[in-house]
């Protein structure tokens, strides 16, 4: 177990490295996180990355993000049940306390990035792209 908040808790996934889990069920429409935006970077520095140094940044309104905890444990799945709205992951479909947030990192991956897909779903695209 790793960070917990009132709404979700890190921990290890079987998609990937750690994940974010629900702790109580969500409604389709609710907020399950709300980034924390603070932590930016200029175009100039992201163009320089490695598609492995971008795992943690999104791009979303414009801004490159350097995601904080927990956002930055929420997994890629083909098949998600949030999409990023307004630098908050919005519910989907309903999810039950102790299914994994996942999200489509092809809506907030920086430009030009792509990465292999471990989401296990039937609709798997097996790589990520921007």
């Known amino acids: 177990m790793y960070m917990k908040s009132n709404n979700v808790i890190v921990k ?69 049940n949030t999409t990023a709205k307004n630098f908050c992951d919005v519910v989907l479909r309903d999810i039950k306390k102790g299914e994994e947030i996942t999200g489509d990192y092809t809506e907030e991956l920086p430009p030009g990035t792509y990465m292999k897909c471990n989401c296990g779903s039937k609709k798997c695209k097996k790589i990520i792209r921007s």
């Open 12 to 80: 290890n996934s079987h998609i990937e490295g750690k994940g974010v889990f629900a702790l109580r069920d969500f409604k389709e429409g609710e907020i399950v996180l709300n980034w924390d935006t603070s932590h930016n970077l200029p175009k100039e520095i992201v163009d320089k990355m490695s598609n492995e140094e971008k795992k943690y940044i999104s791009f979303l309104n414009g801004k490159y993000v350097i995601m904080q905890e927990p956002e930055k444990y929420v997994n890629h799945s083909c098949e998600p």
